[in-house]
């Protein structure tokens, strides 16, 4: 089961086998006005993680064994942070002046993601474009940061919360969060959805069977100071479990305050839109 939000129109039947009979450009309105909000929804998300604060709901903060362990892979995190923060820059300097060269309709802001094929200007898609490149840089920036956050070790879980079209009619609605038909990088163990539940709902306690290997790799985290002892000879399993960390449901329950009227809105604007280049074309 994908995790994540289904986002649809809902309502009277009467009202749907009206919306049924909307022309097409009064249905590309209503679709795009309620991608907006998927996209806005996502954008929340997102941020609710790297604020270590989803709905303002501070996530359980790491155990001081993780701690260390990330710690011990930071080699070379240094350099990492300064080819990190120097990506940042560099693609927050050509927005600026994508911004600057020309004044674009921006009503969704980051919102109007590339692979939603909605239609917008040139000049949008390259301000959308510049956006994706600015989030992929704030992963690598949060990779080379993140040692103490949780959820943002290595930016994977946030590149798989994705907006998700269901169908070809725009009021099929979408799909916010991160979908059945994610993978993760090669190299990069796991299935992104069982992932994501894991950490949205926690996990149930499981029992992992100590090993003659796993036993010399505690023994060498014992040298290097991350554990406080080594494994006793008796000691043959180890209990471990997840904690719940819900960066998901606080952030659909802010985002739901005042839907109908930000809904409405966007609507609306993309009505006038709608009539304004109508009366341009009869002119």
Known sequence: MPVGLQ???TGDQAVIKTLGTLSKNMRLALGRAILVEAHDLRALIVKGIRDQAPGGMKFKPLSEMTKKLRMMQRKGSAKKLGSATKSMRTEMNKR???LK??????IAGTALGVRSNVRISAAEKKLVKSDARIERAE???DAATSGMKALINSGSLIGSINVTKIGKDPLDGVFVGVHRSARRKKGQG????SIAAVHEFGSKAYTVTVTKKMRGWWFAMYKAGVFSAPLKKTTTSITRKTPARPYIRPSVS?????LEERLGRRIQMEIDKIIAASG???T
Do not use: C, Y
């Not at 796991?190 to 959805?193: A, E, L, S, T």
């Not at 802010?254 to 005042?258: D, F, Q, R, S, T």
């Open 7 to 9: 986002i649809t129109v």
């Open 96 to 98: 600026m002046k994508a």
């Open 101 to 106: 060269s020309r004044k674009v309709n921006l």
């Open 139 to 141: 992963n690598k920036l």
């Open 190 to 193: 796991g299935d992104p959805v």
């Open 254 to 258: 802010v985002w739901k305050e005042k």
């Open 280 to 282: 341009a074309k009869g």
